[in-house]
């Protein structure tokens, strides 16, 4: 069994981590999609660079941010992901720069097509429409069939290239929001590739819990979020573009703070969350220290894994999210097939059994409950999420 996994089951060592994080008496948080803890030192770093900028205000800032420490945050930012630090712009987080990406691809032309599914977030979604509204493209709306698999989604790919022949780009997420479902991208990418198709990632939930490789992937357009998987504070994120193709995306309202030829012309100038932004050291030296991706990954798996085999075959549950490791990660959804209204079985959660969960909507598969687990969700906390659910069938 490999290190990883095996360590994905030692509750004391993840306690460990666990015990690095303040967290507020109530409720267990099974809805840790939506941001990250900072663990207590970040905390503390985030405060003391809070009262650093407060005291030194812009004399620090112009003389040693601009000019130095922000380039070493974008150097480590870049070597986090494996790509070339030239490749990367610091965003306040994956919507900002999917938007950015959005809207200054330059590759289109009036009649052109653009493909979203119904699976992508809601701001993407409107950012693509915005497309149709001010670039005279036709956007080309597509549903997964459910239940999901590994060859049903790339077929359906695959049909809609075939079928629209003016596609030029498409939104793809890495990991839905709504069912957690992880999409093959490395394969759509391929197909989109052969169409000359160009593919924009949103990569929101994916970085920090999935290993990755942009390169493998075949991807050369993607934002996403740091405050989700990673551990840093909120108002962070970045965009990737692969360096050949910087000319594709234009400098975003003719920003001209930055030269034509760096990326970071390509999104919106403006005073950022410099303290946030001085927690980054920290905050990659504390997710290495974890194990990185492939270790926090593997210990989010496997509390996923706790209940959903332990409900999969329950008459009354369905569970969303295919059970193919190549499209699982440790957000799942489930719904009570025997109860229409799914915002009240998580108010029954919470009233009766203290578990916090968010109904999500806007899939064709229709409502269902996202349960996250994370950092500080243990074992214990999976066996009670199980009887709650075997009970409330």
Known sequence: MPDNTRRARDEAFWQIFADRYTVEPGPVNLENGYFGRLSRTVVEEYQRNIELINRSNSVYVRQRFEQGDSLDIRAQLAELVGVPAETVALTRNATEGLQSLIRNYNGLKPGDQVLISDLEYDTVKGAMRWLARNRGVEVIEIEHTHPASFDSLLNTYREAFERYPRLKLLALTHVTHRTGLVMPVKAIAAAAREH??????????????IEFNLDDLGIEFAGYNLHKWIGAPLTLGFIYIAPERLADIDPDMGEMHFPLDDIRARTPYSTPNIPALLTLPLVFEEHHAMGGS????????????????????????EVMTPDDPRLYCCITSMRFTRHADQQTMVDRLLNDYNLFTVVRSGAACGPCIRITPGLTTTAAHMTLLTKALNELR
């Open 294 to 317: 492939a270790a926090k990954g593997a210990r989010l798996n496997y509390l996923r894994n706790l209940w959903v085999r332990a409900v999969r075959e329950l008459p009354g549950i």
């Open 196 to 209: 000359g198709i160009d593919v924009i990632l949103d990569g929101a939930h994916a970085l920090g819990q």
